[in-house]
Each structure stands twice: as C-alpha cells, then as structure tokens.
C-alpha cells in the first residue's frame, strides 16, 4: 500500500476504484466495505483508492468539542494496509476543504484528480458543503460524469449497527466485549514506557507506565483490564489500571500495566497494549495492604481467565 499525504499529490495513471471516509476504528463494518472495494478493483483491473482525512473532520468544524478518536492516525493506517489497499490518501482537513461543494468535490477531485471509475461508499454517506452530498446527488453526477457508484448497505451485528459512535460508547462504558466484537480485533494503546514512582514494584507488582502522546486518542473507563503485549517478539498477559490511583489519592491519570513472568526493562520503549477483558472497576483501598490483597486477586483472576479463555 501507497500512503499519500495530499489528494494533489496523487497522480494516478490509470482509473480507480474508490471509497470515502473518515473510518475511525476501521470497525468490521469498514472492513467490509474496503475488502469489497479491493476485490472489486483487481477483479476489473483497476487500482484501489481509500480517500480519508486528517485531522478529523469535527476537531476541525468543532473546535469547542473535544474529540477522542478510537484510533490514531498511525493505528488507522496500519490496519487499513492489513486489508490490501494499493493507495491511501490521507488528505489534510481545513475549512477550506470543508466549503467546497458536493459538484466541486465530485467534478474537480473524485473525477478529475483520482480518475473515479467506480465510487463504493458506506449506507447513508454524505459529503459536501454542510453535507449536503448524498446517494441522490451521487447518482445524477455518476450519470453526468461516467463513473458507476455501489452503496454498501449497514452491516449488521445481531440487528445493531455497528458505528464508530457506539464503539467509542461502548469503550467510554466497560463494554470492552461489545467494542472488540465490533471492531474485528481488540482495541489497542500505544505508548512510551516512563518512570513512574515505583509503588508497584515496592509491593511486588512492577508496572510499566505507558503515556499516550495523541491527546485525541480515547481513553476507556477507567478500571483494571486483562491485557496483551507483543515485546520483543514475545506475547506477555499482564493486567492494566487505569484511573487516578484513589488509593494513593493520585490526581492525574495514568495507565499501568503488570505483566506476568515479565522482568526485563522497558523505559523509553514504546509499546502496544490489546485490551481482552474488563476485570473490574477502579476501587480506593483503606490501606496499601488491602490494595495488595485484591492485586493479587486480580492477578489469579486474569490467569484464570487466560487459560480458560485465549
């Protein structure tokens, strides 16, 4: 897969096959829609195009809301090439771009630009000025300007559509299950391991303190998670909290991870956290002794899980 950073910077020498969207999670419903438009461009002999934008379209149109997005940019681009794309355009998003109309949009860049032989888009897409841009509209200029369009209709998981919007809930809830099921894979944190006040260590439950350096990147209910590192080439189980540390009347919010039979050093490292299961909420303890005691019980509990389970 080609990445390009700019939709002017794209200089296709033959027609594509292309679809549009901001694909935060790129959730199973994504993924259908992309594994079809990818099948469908090598079966007609055309090249694959995934058009999507950075940074989001409501960090830029919302400035008063914060916007926390299941993925970053880096995490969307390295599923989005799992699934075989041959190019991706991560086009910057301004209010410029937002002005231009759905006509603009589909005559100078979807035509003219990436030479759009078919359109494959997801159920009920809008695009545009004020999103006025719509299936409708998509059909008279597919006509006007000779290119076909096919709507993917919304992929269903037990009669609940999956959005990126009920992920985000979901994560935002516990409802780990429901966020993995809908996503096709668990969701994940990346972060750089720093020191921390070696609390964990003194009672014997070393952490490695990750930071998450994009600040839109979501955060899930705070409380302790089962987890999965790949370090080193290794896979490690380990379990995570996060929260405040109620206990030690932390104030800010940090994201710890114990990992079983792990004892190596990892400051400085980044590294990637799967989140399997949510084992509790966060508690605050009487005592660093009653804090011990549960660690361990959530250490039995994971393994336990573990075994009966991955």
Known sequence: M????????????????VTIGTFDGVHIGHQKIIKNLVSQAKS??????????????????QKEVSVKLINTINERKELLEKIGLDYLIIHPFSRAFSRLTALDFVRDIL????????????YDHHFGKNREGNIEQLS???????????????????????????????LKSGELKTA????????????EVVKGEN??????????????????????KSGVYIVKSLIEGIEYFGMMNIGNRPTLNGKDQTIEIH??????DLYGKNINVQLIYFLREEQKFNSIQDLTTQLKLDK??????????L
Do not use: C
């Open 199 to 220: 609390i964990g260590t003194k009672i014997g439950f070393p952490t490695a303190n990750i930071v998450i350096e994009e600040e839109y990147k979501l955060i899930p």
């Open 259 to 264: 990992f079983f039979d792990f004892q190596d």
């Open 180 to 191: 993995n099921d809908y996503l096709g894979y668990e969701f994940t944190l990346k972060g």
């Open 2 to 17: 080609e990445t390009v950073y700019s939709i002017s910077d794209f200089t296709p020498t033959q027609e594509t096959y």
């Open 44 to 61: 007609n002999g055309k090249k694959s195009v995934l058009l999507t934008f950075f940074p989001h379209p409501r960090m830029v149109l």
């Open 140 to 170: 008279e200029f597919s006509q006007i300007y000779n290119f076909e369009i096919e709507e993917i209709p919304a992929q269903d998981i037990d009669s609940v559509a999956v959005s990126s919007t009920k992920i985000r809930n979901a």
């Open 300 to 309: 039995q509990s994971s393994l336990t899980y573990i075994e009966n389970n």
């Open 111 to 122: 035509v003219n630009q990436l030479k759009t032989s078919k359109l494959i888009i997801g």
